[in-house]
């Protein structure tokens, strides 16, 4: 399970929301490049994603947590180092983007809730226990964690309404900065991916409504839709010492929507 360049030789690498899309493209990914996976998911898929490496002869764990849950992710973590003795990556992945999702005038506050719960209420808790099991590493680490954010925290959504989840990508940002900023002495960077539209599972309801897709593809300067590859690679590049100069950077991957 290796690549001619092993870019994250002997680095533990926890991803959250790894059991499909972009968190599971990045997980094999990741392996492939030589790191050991702790695989987290709320769902058993995420079992799926450690398997797959496995048979591949990579090395991953798998964890069913909840994000959103403070004893999970205190759990999550600590599970990790003790099977694996430390932790260099982070990759907060996990969040959702339900369809109930709306114009503000007609969001419910239960859907509100459960968005900002799990998209920075889950980011929050992930950093605060992975920077802790961080600190706990070498003093010469070069540690990285990796937000999933959006480019609706940028610029908002005309396609889709999609009030909580926009301010909950904001959120994000000014949390991965914040983190940037606070541990950076401590050899801990922490940087923000801002995905547009991108082909995973959480867009797959919308796309079931009649000309979304056309909408979204329309508005994409490269002509296509983004692939999770595509994200997988940033973080893959974020994980690795070849970003050691970049923290508290979010960075835009979008075919150049946010450029029109």
């Known amino acids: ?48 994603t450690a398997d797959a490496i496995n048979r591949a002869g990579g090395e991953s764990l798998f964890i069913k947590a909840d994000v959103a849950e403070e004893s999970d992710v205190e759990a999550m973590i600590a599970a990790a180092v003790d099977r694996y003795g430390k932790l260099d990556v982070l990759y907060n992945n996990a969040g959702v983007g339900p369809p109930e999702d709306a114009a503000i005038h007609e969001l419910p506050v239960d859907v509100w809730d459960r968005v900002m719960n799990i998209n920075v209420r889950g980011m929050y808790l992930c950093c605060r226990f992975g920077v802790k099991a961080m600190l706990q590493g070498d003093k010469s680490r070069d540690a990285s964690i990796i937000n999933t954010a959006s480019i609706a925290g940028l610029v908002g959504n005309s396609t889709l309404p999609s009030t909580a989840y926009t301010v909950s990508k904001g959120a994000v940002m000014a949390l991965t900065k914040q983190v940037a900023v606070s541990y950076a002495a401590e050899g801990i960077r922490c940087n923000a991916v801002c995905p547009g539209p991108i082909l995973t599972p959480i867009l797959e309801p919308f796309f079931a409504e009649p000309g979304v897709r056309e909408r979204f593809e329309q508005r994409i300067p490269l002509g296509r839709m983004g692939q999770p590859e595509d994200v997988a690679n940033l973080a893959l590049f974020l994980a690795s010492s070849e970003s050691s100069f970049i923290t508290g950077a979010l960075i835009v991957i979008d075919g150049g929507v946010t450029s029109t």
């Open 1 to 48: 399970m290796t690549s001619t360049l092993e870019r994250l030789a002997g680095k533990v690498a926890l991803i959250t929301g790894a059991g499909s899309g972009m968190g599971a493209t990045a997980a094999e990914l990741f392996a492939r490049e030589g790191a050991t996976v702790v695989a987290a998911d709320i769902s058993d898929t995420g079992e799926r």
